[in-house]
């Protein structure tokens, strides 16, 4: 990137009425057969067009073909069984009901390519594409089959390599590996979980990144972020081996949350995709709060290496909030590139 702060988004974007139902996480769709591959190739125009004219640098698809950031990856693979399910506790906070694996997972096609080359066609600008990390998507899963978390991120991070390298040649310049799992499971992520995130990123070319955050602003997030006392130091059992990791940018929450700034210290060297916007409320930032964040991150990332951008994705937020968050991040990503001369 030429651009000094380049400002992204870290995910998804509130998808329009006529697709699903608003601010509505795993909404089901409105269309079906041809007129939802229209409705979504209409939405990615309308997401392409909302960062654009809020200033955003590096595009994303917002993931409006896909109905969640997870689940979208898994129900293209042969092995797990959407029929069969089994309650389980995601993230280690909130039970939900989630697909089984039941024999060997096997990606028999691209899942996001045709989006990525239709994204591609319609901007010049850099695209970031975001998939589900290893770690993310065994904890999303009941596993039946495996009976091994490691193993089962394992094969999971070859098929997102597949995926990847096939985004990559689409013409996508980050791969972003979303891994809110990291900040809970912190032996795991150690043991095994960077090491599956580094084979899902092996042998790209472009840009890599891993996004960890504390979680979209849903009640079961907000309610377990009450329990983290008065600093969230959760990065501090992951970063150490991060800094060392082939990841490229490390991406996390920032903004009103109780994670201290001098633990970005840890992963010094790497570009650090900073949370300057806050996704769990429908308070729009000031320009100015946004460039007070960027200031203070600044004391502890090389302004090259750092890019503003959200906690989390904004799918449960209003298109109007969401649309006024970014436009408050160019804004106050704007002031700081200004100051810095």
């Known amino acids: 990137m030429n651009t000094l702060l380049p400002t992204s988004i870290a995910g998804s974007l509130p998808k329009p009425a006529w697709l699903a139902q608003p601010e509505t996480l795993w909404s089901p769709w409105k269309l079906q057969g041809a007129e939802l591959v229209e409705g979504k190739q209409d939405a990615l125009r309308l997401a392409l067009q909302n960062q654009r004219q809020s200033g955003i640098d590096i595009i994303s698809d917002g993931e409006q073909s896909r109905q969640h950031f997870v689940t979208t990856f898994i129900e293209q693979l042969n092995g797990v069984d959407f029929k069969k399910r089994k309650t389980v506790k995601i993230r280690n906070r909130y039970e939900a009901s989630v697909p089984m694996v039941v024999d060997e997972v096997t990606r028999p096609s691209s899942v996001f390519v045709e989006d990525a080359k239709f994204l591609r066609k319609l901007t010049k600008q850099p695209i970031k594409w975001a998939l589900p990390g290893p770690m993310t998507m065994v904890d999303t899963l009941f596993d039946d089959h495996y009976k091994n978390r490691g193993a089962l991120a394992w094969e999971f991070a070859k098929l997102l390599n597949q995926e990847a390298k096939e985004l990559e ?70 970063f150490p081996k991060l800094q060392s990791s082939t990841i490229d940018i490390v991406s996390l929450e920032c903004q009103n949350s ?68 970014m436009q408050v991040l160019s804004a106050g990503a704007a002031i700081v590139r200004g100051e810095l001369g």
């Open 169 to 238: 040649a689409a013409g996508v310049d980050i791969i972003q590996f979303d891994e809110p799992a990291f900040n809970v499971f912190f032996d795991e992520v150690n043991d095994w979980g960077i090491a599956a995130l580094e084979r899902a990123a092996e042998g790209l070319k472009c840009e890599t990144a891993v996004h960890i955050c504390y979680g979209y602003g849903i009640k079961a997030n907000t309610d377990w972020k009450k329990t983290l006392g008065s600093e969230w130091r959760q990065y501090e059992d992951v």
């Open 258 to 325: 109780r994670v201290p700034m001098d633990l970005i210290e840890l992963i010094r060297g790497k570009k650090v995709m900073v949370g300057a916007i806050d996704v769990a409320t429908n308070t729009i930032e000031t320009p100015e709060e946004v460039a007070d964040t960027l200031r203070k991150v600044l004391q502890f990332v090389d302004a090259d290496k750092l890019y503003p951008s959200t906690n989390c994705g904004m799918t449960p937020l209003s298109r109007t909030v969401a649309e006024g968050k």
